[in-house]
Structure formats: structure tokens, C-alpha cells
């Protein structure tokens, strides 16, 4: 599975690459995502995080995900959560 989302990642970053975007992509691994993202992006002094959020429905698609509002909640920079 870790090479599968490696392989996934690679893919990721020159896509964005090829689209004129400098990336830096990055696998962790760790507990807690949120803690895991929330203590890289103060260590590499990230300007941005973005994320993903999982599509729901009904009341649930108001809401995000409990990473993506732990990442929003304690960011010292900013945060795009995605859907």
C-alpha cells in the first residue's frame, strides 16, 4: 500500500509540475494526520496547506472532515480544504 501511495504521490507532484506549480510532495507517517501535517508545515514554514475533504450529504456536506478542521483550527498559516 505504501508503494502504491508513493507511486500516487510522484504522479501528483509532476502533474502540478508539468502545470507550472512548484510542489514539494511529502509522505509521513504517523498517529495522528492532522498533528502529522500541523507540525511539517511549521517546521518547513509552509504558506499553505490544502487539503481534501470527503464529498458527503444531507447536513453531513456542511461539515468537514476531523482532519481538514484540526488542520483549520491550528494552522498557523492558511488552509484551502478542497472537496
Known sequence: ?????????E?????????????????????SPADSILTF???EGVDLIVLGS???TGLDRFLIGSVASKVVAHSTCS???LR
Do not use: N, P
Open 11 to 31: 504522479e501528483a507532484g509532476t502533474t502540478v509540475q508539468d502545470m507550472g506549480i512548484t510542489a514539494r510532495t511529502v509522505m509521513d507517517y504517523g498517529s
Open 79 to 81: 488552509v484551502m480544504v
Open 41 to 43: 508545515a511549521e517546521k
Open 1 to 9: 500500500i505504501k508503494e502504491q501511495a508513493q507511486k500516487r504521490l
Open 54 to 56: 470527503r464529498a458527503k
